[in-house]
């Protein structure tokens, strides 16, 4: 090997199956670079979590042919299994729903969500679950305060231990953080979800999520360790996805970010909408949104993309489902399992899009027939970028996106006139960590990877 290199920082990305760890220099300059990767088997059942982050390490100096030393490490990881959440609200299409907008949109895995007082087979669900942390809200400001009061009486009797957000009713905060103290229960109280009819606000609420989850990763089997690596912030996967997405939005507009993998296909937007479409909305809609589905991976839960095709469309596309799916594994190594993988991946992308968006929908009563919108109206967005192992490595990936525009509903809000771009580097979930201290140089390193010029 070649003398050392020096590196600013090393950002791992930590999976449930690969550690990768990504180099980077001269963030303080108007030129950062990238400098490369290094790939290795994630050691979470190992019980050491730097075993396999000392692997990537060694991994990325054998690609580089030389030593590397560096300041700082930052991580995003998903390999404990992510951030188990119960969300409870007053009414679902309110405050319910903004809260697991808020949820979703940090990088938690949402398991339950209700709406009105809990009742008892809602708090036996709720110690099923076993959350990692427990959303409370319900109420817009100065409104209903009794159901946010009486939920966080129930959730303090169930001794859970586990944080207890209250992002509800400013009017009762004081006395459900009592509620809950009053039990020896952490509880975290910041602004209201939905403070406002047609209002939504959960940026606060997000910040606090990606703070319990850094507090709960370092704590999780085979990740205790972490700390003697990682020294800056630890981000989840999909949360990461969506700071860059932010960012992103930030500097050239109105985004979608379609992230494909083995166990899921997330989608992320940031976009206000159009003016053409907000009279016709009827509740709002976050201007960053993540929806995950969690049955459209193209390894782990492949089969049920396989069950999506339309009659023939394999036959079409010359592929034996049940032939493919008996020797089916996470990296194809022959050209049918390559087409296979591009099949699957396409109606990935096509569903999860058609799940994410909104739509128009025309309701008729005594006064005639009347429109109004719902969902997210991605009308105005201008980029649709591809992450995730499939859309980055693929041929065709940049076709299969513009076409899953096309060939759906004209009643679903969908953009008309936008470019495709490709995360080639495949490194938007890192570089989303890394702009929490280096913004400027993180945007400089987004828009290289993905060959975006400027108009």
């Known amino acids: ?131 990692n942390i427990i959303l409370l809200a319900g109420g817009v400001d100065y409104g209903e305060r009794n159901t946010a009061i009486a939920n966080a009486k129930k959730i303090a009797e169930l001794g859970l231990n586990v944080p207890i957000v209250y992002a509800g009713n400013v009017a009762c905060r004081d006395e459900v953080v009592g509620i809950i103290q009053a039990r020896n229960q952490r509880v975290i109280a910041v602004e209201n979800v939905y403070p406002r009819i047609d209002e939504l606000n959960i940026e606060p609420t997000r910040g606090v999520i990606q703070q319990v989850f ?90 049920h993309v396989a069950d999506l095709l339309r009659p023939g469309e394999a036959d079409r596309a010359g592929i034996d489902v049940g032939d493919t799916l008996s020797s089916w594994q996470p990296i194809p190594t022959t050209a049918k399992q390559f087409d296979a993988l591009h099949l699957f991946t396409k109606k990935a992308v096509e569903t999860a899009l058609d799940r994410h968006s909104g739509r128009l929908k025309h309701l008729y009563g005594p006064g005639g027939r009347m429109t109004i919108a719902q969902g997210k109206d991605l009308t105005s967005v201008k980029w649709v970028i591809g992450t995730g192992g499939p859309l980055t490595k693929l041929p065709g990936a940049m076709e299969m996106l513009k076409n899953a525009f096309r060939i759906t509903a004209k009643l679903e809000l969908f953009p008309k006139l936008f470019t495709v771009l490709i995360d080639h580097d495949y490194n938007l979930g890192v570089l989303g960590v890394l702009s929490q201290e280096h913004e400027t140089a993180a945007l400089a390193l987004m828009k290289h990877s993905l060959n975006y010029k400027e108009v």
């Open 214 to 303: 850094e507090e709960h990763i370092v704590h999780a089997p085979g990740m205790e360790r972490i700390r003697e690596m990682v020294h800056g912030a630890i981000m989840p996967t999909p949360g990461a996805v969506m700071q860059a997405a932010q960012v992103l939005y930030r500097a050239i507009g109105d985004v979608v970010v379609l992230d494909v993998g083995g166990a899921t296909t997330d989608v992320h937007s940031v976009t206000p909408g159009s003016d053409e479409m907000v009279r016709f909305m009827v509740s709002p809609e976050p201007l960053a949104k993540r929806t995950v589905e969690g049955d459209l991976g193209v390894y782990v839960n492949v089969r």
């Open 1 to 131: 090997m070649s003398d050392c290199i020096s590196a600013d920082v090393l950002v791992a990305e930590i999976g449930s199956t690969t550690t990768v760890v990504n180099a980077f220099a001269g963030l303080a300059t108007p030129a950062p670079r990238f400098l490369g990767q290094g790939v290795a088997p994630t050691s979470v059942q190992e019980g050491d979590v730097t075993i396999g982050l000392q692997g990537a390490v060694e991994d990325l100096e054998r690609n580089l042919k030389s030593k590397v030393k560096w300041q700082r490490m930052l991580a995003t990881s998903s390999a404990a299994g992510g951030l188990r959440m119960t969300v409870h609200g007053l009414a679902h299409d309110m405050t319910a729903r903004a809260a697991r907008e808020a949820a979703l949109g940090a990088g938690a895995i949402v398991k339950m969500v209700t709406a009105g007082e809990l009742q008892a087979y809602d708090l036996d669900q709720i110690k099923k679950i076993n959350p």
